[in-house]
């Protein structure tokens, strides 16, 4: 699966679609009956009717005698098409590629170009989080990439193209330096858990929590089995075990490993680590509210695309 999609594409550049690369083909004649000949037109890899793909050419010219058929003819660079019912100089006739098969070219040499620049300690293929996504990062500095290259295939002088990769070009750099930080990656406050919210209709929230987690990995998940307010509401919690993460296993409507009482101060979440709830005095936690909080060992060793290499000194 590549990083980015066609979708992406307009997301960064709507106007991308004005750069369809198919060129026109004009001074159609009669070759023979209704076996049209337009001569000096450019190699043809593929040819369009007003729009419809025409498919594959024919072996030979020889070959060119139904409506819609169509064959190239390299050592005179001729194109010939067959119709009988609409001479082709009043129809709109364009040799190119595919518009979607050439966006989808595009975003492959995106790809790989971005995938070149990467920093070497950084994956050679980029991972998926664990939505099955690629991060947005890599999806928008692909996307500005492939319109780029676009562009500049029909504009080679443009100065929109030279804005678009721009951006791309300080993603990049920010990739490498280690300033942007991607999913999969251990940061130093792993340790501490991030915070993420599933479903959350109430007021009372999560919005903190305290210590350090000294095991390896988890995705705890913290539910409210109780309504309520500060002092009535309860929260439960699921940790790992040895088949399911934390979270995993509240989704699975497995029993809670502890339920407590919502207070407003630092309490019990994974051992070595505490969370705050909080809100205003009348606010209240929804029944079913859900958070998942996902920790990495804070022994665990970071993922510091900003490291400095070793290097060997001579003395000259």
């Given amino acids: 699966m590549a990083y980015c999609t066609n979708r992406d594409l307009k997301d960064v550049f709507p106007s991308i679609d ?10 159609w004649v009669v070759h023979s009956s ?11 890899t593929q040819l369009f009717a007003n729009g419809q793909d025409l498919g594959s050419a024919e072996a030979n010219s020889g070959e060119v005698g139904s409506n819609g058929e169509w064959y190239y003819e390299s050592t005179l660079d001729a194109v010939y098409y067959y119709n009988s019912s609409t001479n082709p100089n009043d129809m709109l006739m364009e040799s190119g590629d595919d518009w979607a098969t050439l966006k989808t070219r595009y975003i492959s040499n995106a790809e790989k170009y971005l995938d070149s620049r990467l920093d070497g300690r950084l994956p050679r293929k980029q991972f998926k989080d664990k939505d099955g996504n690629y ?7 692909t996307a500005l990439l492939a319109c780029s290259f ?7 002088v443009s100065e929109v193209a030279d804005a ?3 951006e791309a070009e300080k993603n990049i750099f920010s990739l490498n330096e280690g300033t942007t930080k991607l999913s999969w990656q251990v940061t130093g406050d792993a340790g501490k858990g991030v915070i993420r919210e599933i479903s959350v209709s109430g007021s009372l929230r999560i919005v903190d929590t305290r210590g350090d987690y000294y095991d390896i990995y988890d995705r705890v998940g913290v539910k409210v089995t109780t309504a309520g307010a500060l002092g009535t509401a309860k929260y439960s919690v699921w940790l790992k075990d040895g088949d399911n993460l934390g979270a995993e296993r509240m989704n699975n409507s497995e029993t809670a490993d502890y339920i407590d009482t919502v207070n407003g101060q630092y309490q019990t ?3 070595g680590v505490q969370l705050r709830f909080a809100g205003d005095t009348a606010d209240t936690a929804t029944l079913n509210d859900k958070w998942e909080i996902e920790f990495h060992g804070k022994n665990e060793a970071l ?5 400095p290499y070793s290097i060997n000194m001579t003395r000259r």
């Fill in 269 to 271: 979440l994974v051992s």
């Fill in 150 to 156: 676009l562009l500049r295939a029909s504009q080679p």
């Fill in 303 to 307: 993922d510091d695309s900003g490291m």
């Fill in 18 to 27: 004005e750069f369809d690369t198919k060129t026109p083909i004009y001074g």
């Fill in 164 to 166: 678009l990769f721009d």
């Fill in 34 to 44: 209704n076996l049209y000949r337009a001569d000096n037109c450019g190699l043809v």
């Fill in 135 to 141: 991060d947005y990062i890599l999806v928008r500095t």
